[in-house]
């Protein structure tokens, strides 16, 4: 049986899908273009506009925005955070400046059921 999957987290998933296709996509694309053309950031930005890559990012990040809330607010009558409730709202308003945190956030709110 398939484990039942909050919104945030589906979203989440479909996201993650996406931009790992569209990442797959500019490494081609920067391959065949590097044959004939020097690779300049005016190239580049061309490149990430035209795969999608740059909206694909966008979503990825607008959804693991919205699965990190998610999971600040589905722990919230976990037992462990009523008796470590500061220590974890400190990590959780520090995400922005911790991208390892961030990522380790973002795995383990892919773990709650």
Same mark, same amino acid.
């Given at each position: 049986? +398939? &484990? #039942?999957?909050? +919104?945030?987290?589906?979203?989440?998933? !479909?996201? %993650? %899908? !996406?931009?790992?296709?569209?990442?797959?996509?500019? @490494?081609? *694309? #920067?391959?065949?273009?590097? +044959? /004939?053309?020097?690779?300049? =950031?005016?190239?580049? @930005?061309?490149?990430?506009? @035209? /795969?999608?890559?740059?909206?694909?990012?966008?979503?990825?990040?607008?959804? =693991?925005?919205?699965? #990190?809330?998610?999971?600040? /607010?589905?722990? +919230?009558?976990?037992? /462990?955070? %009523?008796?470590? *409730? *500061? &220590?974890?709202? *400190?990590?959780?308003?520090?995400? =922005?400046?911790? &991208? @390892?945190?961030?990522a380790r956030i973002i795995q383990l709110a892919?773990? #709650?059921?």
């Amino acid at each position: 049986m +398939k &484990p #039942i999957l909050s +919104k945030a987290q589906v979203v989440y998933m !479909k996201a %993650k %899908k !996406k931009f790992d296709d569209r990442a797959k996509v500019l @490494e081609q *694309q #920067i391959a065949e273009t590097r +044959k /004939t053309t020097e690779i300049t =950031e005016e190239v580049m @930005e061309g490149l990430v506009l @035209e /795969t999608g890559f740059h909206d694909a990012y966008s979503e990825l990040t607008n959804a =693991e925005n919205e699965l #990190i809330e998610w999971s600040h /607010t589905a722990i +919230k009558n976990d037992k /462990t955070y %009523k008796t470590n *409730q *500061q &220590p974890i709202d *400190q990590m959780y308003s520090n995400l =922005e400046n911790n &991208p @390892e945190m961030r990522a380790r956030i973002i795995q383990l709110a892919m773990k #709650i059921r």
